[in-house]
Each structure stands twice: as structure tokens, then as C-alpha cells.
């Protein structure tokens, strides 16, 4: 359960581009992309890390120590979606953010998507992982595996909803399971 390499090249080429400084990531497991966004943004840029699992972050932090880049992450062990609400209560953090990457709860996404609309700046990247759901979402429903039917709805629904939000530009990447990129209008 990472992001996958070839993914996470592009989402490195992306901040850089950008000039991301000030970013946000909603579910960290061990760090991967926590890792490489820390690499990829200026010493003295940060990061807002979401999760509820810290022992799975904390599994990883020694990696994100070896590489000299803790300093640049807030870790916030939290349901998302309360935490992004905090952040929102702070008038100075709407609009402030670069870059976002979001690969949690498949469920709670377009939920996220509203949040993060108000925290990222226009010209922002949002960045979905997983909006191809191991192929499922191109598949007839009967062939697709009774555990994979839940998120693939919500990913269904989700891809639709970004396809139709006028407040984005949208690319569906198929990088790993899927990358969506949204730039903020």
C-alpha cells in the first residue's frame, strides 16, 4: 500500500513545476509520498500530514529522519475530515495551499474535494490517487471482485463529479491505480 513509483515521479515533476512550498497530504500510511513530497519541496516548505494511523507513520519516520526531512511535516493524527475543518476555521489558511494529495478513505473523497477547493490556491494542485480502482472501474459489475465493489462506487462517482466540476481542470493519469489531477480555476 503505496503510491506507485512512477506515480509519485510525476507528482515530484508536479510540484516542482509549481513551486510548491506549502502542501497538504490526507492519508500517510508509512510515508512514501510523504517522503518524496518532503524531498521535492524547499527546506523550508511544509507539509500538513492527515492520518489516523501514527504507528504506520511512525513506522516510516526513521526513513524520513535518515533524509534530513521531518522538519517540513506536521503530522496530525486525526479523521480528515476534522482536521481539514480546523484548518478551514483559520481565515489564513484558505487559499494558501500549492498542492494537495489525497489517498485515504475512498469514500470520504468528494467530501475532501469541497474542503480542499477552499484551502488550495487557484493555479493549486489537487492530486487523487487510486480513481482507476484496480481497473474495476471499467468493468462489467458482475466481473468485478465482491471486495472491490464498495470503493468502486464511491471512485465511480467520484470520477464523474470531477469530470463535471467547472472549478478544476482535470487529467486522469493511468500511473499505478490511477492518478486524478486537478488544477484549481
Known amino acids: 500500500m503505496a503510491t506507485a513509483p512512477e506515480a509519485g ?6 510540484l516542482k513545476v509549481g513551486n510548491a ?3 497538504i497530504e ?6 512514501y509520498s ?3 513530497t518532503a524531498l521535492t519541496i524547499p527546506d523550508d516548505g511544509k507539509i500538513t500530514a ?6 504506520a507513520y511512525e513506522m516510516g519516520l526513521p526513513v524520513i529522519k ?3 526531512v521531518e522538519h517540513k511535516i506536521n503530522f496530525i493524527q486525526s479523521q480528515a475530515l476534522s482536521a481539514l475543518d480546523e484548518l478551514l476555521e483559520d481565515q489564513s489558511n484558505r487559499g494558501s495551499f500549492d498542492f494537495a494529495f489525497v489517498d485515504a478513505d475512498k469514500c470520504s473523497y468528494q467530501k ?6 477552499k484551502l488550495v490556491k487557484v493555479g493549486g494542485i489537487i492530486v487523487y490517487d487510486n480513481t482507476l480502482w484496480f481497473g474495476t472501474v471499467a468493468m462489467a459489475e458482475e466481473s468485478v471482485p465482491e471486495a472491490r465493489k464498495p470503493d468502486r462506487h464511491h471512485i465511480i462517482e467520484l470520477n464523474k463529479f470531477l469530470a463535471a466540476d467547472s472549478r ?3 487529467s486522469q493519469v493511468p500511473l499505478g491505480d490511477g492518478i486524478t489531477i486537478c488544477r484549481v480555476l
Open 9 to 14: 515521479q510525476l507528482m515530484a515533476l508536479l
Open 21 to 23: 512550498k506549502k502542501t
Open 26 to 31: 490526507i492519508g500517510v500510511f508509512t510515508g
Open 34 to 36: 510523504l517522503l518524496l
Open 50 to 55: 492527515i492520518d489516523l494511523n501514527r504507528d
Open 66 to 68: 535518515k533524509a534530513g
Open 112 to 117: 475532501y474535494h469541497e474542503r480542499l477547493l
Open 168 to 170: 478544476i481542470q482535470i
